[in-house]
């Protein structure tokens, strides 16, 4: 073997070897001499050949033995190995090592003490290194003595390869004898009265269930017991002061650093219970206010420390709970709260490389996996274990989990796991980030086996591993279902349509015997159909479970496929574009509106595949509505083509409301551009009617004034189109004669859009002209001239405020704007008596038209500060005020109000007030449509329908009772406003 500079410790050796900075490290190992020559082999196979020998250098210098170092070294190559590797790896043990050079002989011994029964030596060895200490002296040994057992641990993961289930065994077993030193400790500073209580240390978590990590928290729970003939009360203090110190003891910072954080968080009550339980507290707190999640957490629970035997008591009490946890009312809305409480708390920047909580990590395998126990553990007790991968190999043996899914899912989560523990070992750091530097990937990546490109490897294997995770995340839960249920050749591993049934259920499925029909119709079968539906349907059941009605959504899905199947672009669009799978999933599950418009136009689903998704304007529709009346051989085929394109909008609207989402003003908007191009094509198809008809052409313009919400450009899904209708004959034309065929033409058009059609009906509602129902259906101008001069009450130049032409000729809908506009902005504002009228109005409103039984602390539109009470507010001051500040006179509500704060007329806070209640009664209204397909003035009572429009509005899993709050909160509020500004108050 060549010596010297231009031998074997050449730059240029090196630099091929897999040193960064040869240069420095041929100056190194020239330093240290011959005896380290023969290392160099091995420094190039570890993570990192530069750190591995500038500690090899520090430790030679600080040993005192050092020429015996290099001499085993050169002569013991599994000595090497195992040194090198853990110091090439490990900054914080490397530093270790040169703070306690004596420990690297532990790792001399090929063993590295796996010969004994590694857990109670390992405890035993951590209570001998502090009996008899002084406190003080007994933290820092602690610590000494910990790190010594983790070098020889860390050294058999990285020189001997061990499988990451065993070393994170070992290091739970690590814990737990450190749990039970650190109680030795504490119960020594605490004295003989220690005595007076029995103590057990219950492990969670990880630690728990035997898989810690190099460094984590370690969450436990206390439970103790007086000791005999000791009053309760005073165990109790004894034990929190035990539980206490305990936690001190592991987690203080000393001279030798801290060991890791001790969390009892997990506890009933969590931070704001007591420290200390005794067994019954447990049990009483457990059968009665424990939520879901904490029997998902107790899972994992193992006794480790303390009393063992009071321990054990404590597991066999609470293990019969855990069991029969996805019986309890609330199980799947806690399940899928505890999922979307993971993802929030991704700080932003670190989602796509988080190795624990981002998609495709660590949480996704555990959850799933868990999730499963706690359905089949129930009634299977061989899915119980508290391990990951045990649980995963006994759910695939089971048969709840395919064989090879189950196989991909244990290669993904060790593979996971194993890249944790290497970006932790380096500064034993609690961290779940993959770090973005070179020079960390580099050295992640060599100690994962990629010497040659060890940063491209790495990733690659990471997208890998990470897309497996979640794709079998999405799927593993649900493809035993299809397997039960469709007869799948080749799949070994299915459940039975028992246990189909009880997971459908509980994943929220109400029917679930249904639910498993509609799979079985959909799955079953050798087509290409079937294939691609049961590769669709593992991620629509997990995004149907995830949505308010589960059951809605798999049904809509299959009667639009029954519809659609055989189409060859509906399941490949599905298949290929997973967004516009979400969506519809999102929208069937959510919206029977929306739903019913699907069943009615299932090629709607193209339209979930645009990727703003958002609606079209009027001139858009109108053109579109025009070309294809134009084509059709009679009014009613007209008219249907025109309401064919109107249910097509309303899709659209209604599915980029619940997808996308956007505001409840985009919404108004939307739908009254919508109605607009429909009453101006239903107009044109009506007028050519009515002139074949009387064979005569019409010699009158008409026009259409939209009024109330929709005149505000305010529609909601249930609004009616409520109209006006003007006409003016032309000068020469037979007056008569043009007044019926006026008269002819609105009745045609209402006519036409009340046909029985698959669409939703345009209610074109008049009465809010002149003389109500009783009043002729359409006037000349000069009529609306002479009625208002004569007749007209304030209630009418209220209405007015929102009058809007919209449909017909444009030049007599200004006309009619002009004649209007005196009446409904009056120069000298409201007349005391007027105001009076208006108020005296407003209370009959409120005392008559209120429905029997309707709530009105929930009614959106006559509830206390409600629509009504907003609009009316607002619509006193136009009238008030109007007649002098221009910018008042307009037809929408929140340009007015803004109007009205301009010239300081109401305060800003009182303007914030109104708009916030408007804003979220116009949202709820309609929410509620949206949800239960029809028009709805109230909250749903039916606690799903509830629950579902709770999601439209933007809130969690059982978070009802929180938007229910929130909109008495913002309603009440207004109301006070109103109050005050409306009624003088």
Same mark, same amino acid.
């Given at each position: 073997?060549?010596?010297?500079?231009?031998?074997?410790?050449? $730059? *240029?050796? +090196?630099?091929? !070897?897999?040193? =960064?900075?040869?240069?420095? /490290?041929?100056?190194? @190992?020239?330093?240290? %001499?011959?005896?380290?020559?023969?290392?160099?082999?091995?420094?190039?196979?570890?993570?990192?050949?530069?750190?591995?020998?500038?500690?090899?250098?520090?430790?030679?210098?600080?040993?005192?033995? $050092? *020429?015996? +170092?290099?001499? !085993?070294?050169? =002569?013991?190559?599994?000595? /090497?190995?195992?040194? @090198?590797?853990?110091? %090439?790896?490990?900054?914080?043990?490397?530093?270790?090592?040169?703070?306690?050079?004596?420990?690297?002989?532990?790792?001399?011994?090929?063993?590295?003490?796996?010969?004994?029964?590694?857990?109670? $030596?390992?405890?035993?060895?951590?209570?001998?290194?502090?009996?008899?200490?002084?406190?003080?002296?007994? @933290?820092?040994?602690?610590?000494?003595?910990?790190?010594?057992?983790?070098?020889?641990?860390?050294?058999?993961?990285?020189?001997?390869?061990?499988?990451?289930?065993?070393?994170?065994?070992?290091?739970?077993?690590?814990? $737990?004898?450190?749990?039970?030193?650190?109680?030795?400790?504490?119960?020594?500073?605490?004295?003989?009265?220690?005595?007076?209580?029995?103590?057990?240390?219950?492990?969670?978590?990880?630690?728990?269930?035997?898989?810690?990590?190099?460094?984590?928290?370690?969450?436990?729970?206390?439970?103790?017991?007086?000791?005999?003939?000791?009053?309760?009360?005073?165990?109790?203090?004894?034990?929190?002061?035990?539980?206490?110190?305990?936690?001190?003891?592991?987690?203080?910072?000393?001279?030798?650093?801290?060991?890791?954080?001790?969390?009892?968080?997990?506890?009933?009550?969590?931070?704001?219970?007591?420290?200390?339980?005794?067994?019954?507290?447990?049990?009483?707190?457990?059968?009665?206010?424990?939520?879901?999640?904490?029997?998902?957490?107790?899972?994992?629970?193992?006794?480790?420390?303390?009393?063992?035997?009071?321990?054990?008591?404590?597991?066999?009490?609470?293990?019969?709970?855990?069991?029969?946890?996805?019986?309890?009312?609330?199980?799947?809305?806690?399940?899928?709260?505890?999922?979307?409480?993971?993802?929030?708390?991704?700080?932003?920047?670190?989602?796509?490389?988080?190795?624990?909580?981002?998609?495709?990590?660590?949480?996704?395998?555990?959850?799933?996996?868990?999730?499963?126990?706690?359905?089949?553990?129930?009634?299977?007790?061989?899915?119980?274990?508290?391990?990951?991968?045990?649980?995963?190999?006994?759910?695939?043996?089971?048969?709840?989990?395919?064989?090879?899914?189950?196989?991909?899912?244990?290669?993904?989560?060790?593979?996971?796991?194993?890249?944790?523990?290497?970006?932790?070992?380096?500064?034993?750091?609690?961290?779940?980030?993959?770090?973005?530097?070179?020079?960390?990937?580099?050295?992640?990546?060599?100690?994962?086996?990629?010497?040659?490109?060890?940063?491209?490897?790495?990733?690659?294997?990471?997208?890998?591993?990470?897309?497996?995770?979640?794709?079998?995340?999405?799927?593993?839960?649900?493809?035993?279902?299809?397997?039960?249920?469709?007869?799948?050749?080749?799949?070994?591993?299915?459940?039975?349509?028992?246990?189909?049934?009880?997971?459908?259920?509980?994943?929220?499925?109400?029917?679930?015997?249904?639910?498993?029909?509609?799979?079985?119709?959909?799955?079953?079968?050798?087509?290409?159909?079937?294939?691609?539906?049961?590769?669709?349907?593992?991620?629509?059941?997990?995004?149907?479970?995830?949505?308010?009605?589960?059951?809605?959504?798999?049904?809509?899905?299959?009667?639009?496929?029954?519809?659609?199947?055989?189409?060859?672009?509906?399941?490949?669009?599905?298949?290929?574009?997973?967004?516009?799978?979400?969506?519809?999933?999102?929208?069937?599950?959510?919206?029977?509106?929306?739903?019913?418009?699907?069943?009615?136009?299932?090629?709607?689903?193209?339209?979930?595949?645009?990727?703003?998704?958002?609606?079209?304007?009027?001139?858009?529709?109108?053109?579109?509505?025009?070309?294809?009346?134009?084509?059709?051989?009679?009014?009613?085929?007209?008219?249907?083509?025109?309401?064919?394109?109107?249910?097509?909008?309303?899709?659209?609207?209604?599915?980029?409301?619940?997808?996308?989402?956007?505001?409840?003003?985009?919404?108004?908007?939307?739908?009254?551009?919508?109605?607009?191009?429909?009453?101006?094509?239903?107009?044109?198809?009506?007028?050519?009617?009515?002139?074949?008809?009387?064979?005569?052409?019409?010699?009158?313009?008409?026009?259409?004034?939209?009024?109330?919400?929709?005149?505000?450009?305010?529609?909601?899904?249930?609004?009616?189109?409520?109209?006006?209708?003007?006409?003016?004959?032309?000068?020469?034309?037979?007056?008569?004669?043009?007044?019926?065929?006026?008269?002819?033409?609105?009745?045609?058009?209402?006519?036409?859009?009340?046909?029985?059609?698959?669409?939703?009906?345009?209610?074109?509602?008049?009465?809010?002209?002149?003389?109500?129902?009783?009043?002729?259906?359409?006037?000349?101008?000069?009529?609306?001239?002479?009625?208002?001069?004569?007749?007209?009450?304030?209630?009418?130049?209220?209405?007015?405020?929102?009058?809007?032409?919209?449909?017909?000729?444009?030049?007599?809908?200004?006309?009619?704007?002009?004649?209007?506009?005196?009446?409904?902005?009056?120069?000298?504002?409201?007349?005391?008596?007027?105001?009076?009228?208006?108020?005296?109005?407003?209370?009959?409103?409120?005392?008559?038209?209120?429905?029997?039984?309707?709530?009105?602390?929930?009614?959106?539109?006559?509830?206390?500060?409600?629509?009504?009470?907003?609009?009316?507010?607002?619509?006193?001051?136009?009238?008030?005020?109007?007649?002098?500040?221009?910018?008042?006179?307009?037809?929408?509500?929140?340009?007015?109000?803004?109007?009205?704060?301009?010239?300081?007329?109401?305060?800003?806070?009182?303007?914030?007030?109104?708009?916030?209640?408007?804003?979220?009664?116009?949202?709820?209204?309609?929410?509620?449509?949206?949800?239960?397909?029809?028009?709805?003035?109230?909250?749903?009572?039916?606690?799903?329908?509830?629950?579902?429009?709770?999601?439209?509005?933007?809130?969690?899993?059982?978070?009802?009772?929180?938007?229910?709050?929130?909109?008495?909160?913002?309603?009440?509020?207004?109301?006070?406003?109103?109050?005050?500004?409306?009624?003088?108050?």
């Amino acid at each position: 073997m060549a010596r010297g500079p231009g031998g074997i410790v050449s $730059a *240029g050796n +090196l630099a091929r !070897v897999g040193f =960064e900075n040869s240069e420095l /490290a041929a100056e190194r @190992l020239t330093a240290l %001499g011959p005896p380290a020559w023969p290392v160099v082999s091995i420094l190039g196979q570890t993570a990192d050949p530069d750190l591995a020998l500038d500690v090899l250098t520090r430790l030679h210098e600080a040993a005192p033995d $050092a *020429g015996t +170092l290099l001499e !085993v070294l050169e =002569e013991d190559e599994g000595t /090497a190995m195992r040194l @090198l590797s853990v110091i %090439g790896m490990s900054q914080a043990l490397g530093d270790h090592l040169v703070r306690h050079p004596e420990h690297w002989h532990e790792l001399r011994d090929p063993t590295l003490g796996s010969t004994r029964p590694a857990a109670y $030596a390992v405890r035993a060895d951590l209570i001998a290194a502090v009996d008899g200490l002084p406190y003080a002296e007994a @933290l820092n040994a602690l610590r000494v003595e910990y790190r010594r057992v983790l070098l020889r641990l860390s050294s058999r993961d990285l020189a001997h390869h061990v499988g990451v289930d065993d070393i994170a065994a070992e290091l739970s077993d690590l814990a $737990a004898g450190t749990l039970d030193a650190a109680l030795a400790i504490a119960c020594a500073k605490v004295g003989p009265e220690a005595g007076q209580c029995r103590l057990a240390v219950i492990a969670m978590g990880k630690c728990g269930g035997h898989e810690l990590n190099y460094v984590s928290d370690v969450d436990v729970i206390f439970v103790a017991e007086p000791a005999e003939g000791v009053e309760e009360a005073a165990a109790l203090r004894v034990a929190t002061q035990l539980a206490s110190m305990l936690i001190q003891v592991c987690g203080d910072q000393t001279a030798e650093g801290t060991i890791w954080p001790v969390d009892a968080n997990l506890r009933p009550e969590g931070k704001n219970g007591p420290l200390v339980r005794t067994l019954a507290s447990h049990r009483g707190y457990y059968e009665r206010w424990a939520k879901t999640w904490e029997f998902q957490a107790l899972l994992k629970a193992r006794p480790v420390a303390g009393d063992l035997e009071l321990g054990r008591a404590y597991v066999e009490t609470i293990a019969p709970m855990v069991w029969q946890a996805s019986e309890r009312d609330g199980f799947v809305e806690d399940v899928q709260a505890m999922r979307r409480r993971v993802l929030d708390h991704i700080p932003a920047n670190e989602a796509g490389r988080q190795l624990k909580l981002g998609s495709g990590g660590l949480r996704d395998v555990e959850f799933a996996v868990q999730l499963m126990q706690l359905v089949h553990g129930r009634t299977d007790s061989s899915v119980r274990s508290p391990t990951t991968l045990s649980a995963l190999s006994e759910l695939k043996n089971g048969g709840y989990v395919g064989r090879e899914d189950g196989q991909s899912l244990h290669d993904a989560y060790a593979f996971l796991r194993t890249f944790e523990h290497r970006i932790q070992l380096y500064q034993l750091r609690r961290t779940h980030v993959v770090p973005e530097d070179e020079t960390s990937l580099r050295r992640l990546g060599r100690s994962l086996g990629h010497l040659k490109n060890p940063v491209s490897e790495l990733e690659k294997d990471w997208r890998h591993h990470r897309r497996e995770a979640r794709r079998l995340h999405e799927k593993l839960f649900y493809r035993p279902l299809l397997a039960a249920v469709a007869r799948i050749p080749g799949d070994e591993a299915r459940l039975t349509t028992d246990a189909a049934i009880e997971r459908m259920a509980a994943l929220g499925y109400l029917d679930p015997e249904a639910a498993i029909r509609h799979l079985e119709a959909l799955t079953s079968g050798v087509t290409r159909t079937a294939a691609i539906q049961r590769t669709l349907l593992p991620v629509l059941l997990e995004w149907f479970a995830d949505a308010p009605d589960p059951d809605a959504g798999l049904f809509g899905f299959r009667r639009i496929s029954d519809a659609l199947g055989s189409t060859p672009w509906y399941l490949t669009l599905l298949r290929d574009e997973g967004e516009t799978a979400q969506r519809l999933a999102q929208v069937l599950a959510t919206s029977r509106y929306a739903t019913d418009l699907l069943e009615r136009e299932p090629e709607g689903v193209k339209i979930l595949a645009d990727e703003e998704l958002r609606p079209l304007g009027r001139d858009t529709i109108q053109t579109e509505m025009l070309a294809n009346a134009s084509r059709r051989g009679d009014a009613e085929e007209a008219i249907r083509s025109i309401r064919g394109i109107r249910r097509r909008e309303l899709l659209r609207i209604s599915a980029a409301d619940l997808c996308v989402p956007f505001g409840v003003a985009e919404v108004g908007y939307a739908l009254t551009d919508l109605t607009d191009a429909t009453l101006e094509a239903a107009l044109a198809v009506a007028i050519e009617s009515v002139e074949k008809q009387r064979g005569t052409r019409l010699a009158t313009k008409i026009g259409i004034i939209a009024m109330g919400r929709y005149g505000g450009y305010e529609m909601g899904y249930g609004s009616d189109a409520d109209v006006m209708f003007v006409h003016d004959p032309e000068p020469d034309s037979d007056h008569e004669l043009a007044g019926k065929m006026a008269i002819a033409v609105v009745n045609e058009l209402r006519r036409l859009l009340a046909l029985p059609a698959t669409d939703p009906p345009l209610e074109v509602d008049a009465d809010l002209r002149p003389e109500g129902k009783n009043g002729p259906l359409i006037r000349t101008l000069d009529s609306f001239a002479a009625y208002y001069a004569k007749w007209s009450a304030v209630w009418e130049a209220q209405a007015l405020l929102r009058a809007e032409p919209v449909a017909g000729d444009r030049e007599l809908l200004g006309r009619f704007t002009d004649l209007i506009n005196p009446l409904r902005f009056p120069e000298s504002g409201l007349s005391e008596r007027d105001l009076v009228e208006i108020r005296r109005i407003k209370a009959r409103v409120d005392d008559e038209r209120m429905p029997r039984g309707a709530d009105p602390a929930t009614h959106f539109k006559l509830g206390r500060g409600g629509l009504a009470d907003v609009e009316w507010t607002i619509q006193l001051l136009q009238l008030q005020h109007a007649g002098r500040i221009a910018e008042l006179r307009t037809p929408k509500t929140f340009d007015a109000l803004d109007a009205a704060v301009a010239h300081e007329l109401v305060e800003p806070a009182d303007a914030e007030a109104l708009k916030a209640a408007w804003t979220l009664a116009s949202r709820a209204r309609n929410a509620a449509v949206l949800v239960r397909g029809k028009a709805s003035d109230q909250l749903p009572n039916d606690p799903r329908e509830r629950a579902a429009v709770a999601k439209v509005l933007g809130y969690g899993p059982g978070e009802t009772t929180a938007m229910v709050n929130d909109y008495q909160r913002t309603t009440r509020r207004a109301y006070g406003v109103v109050d005050r500004l409306f009624w003088g108050g």
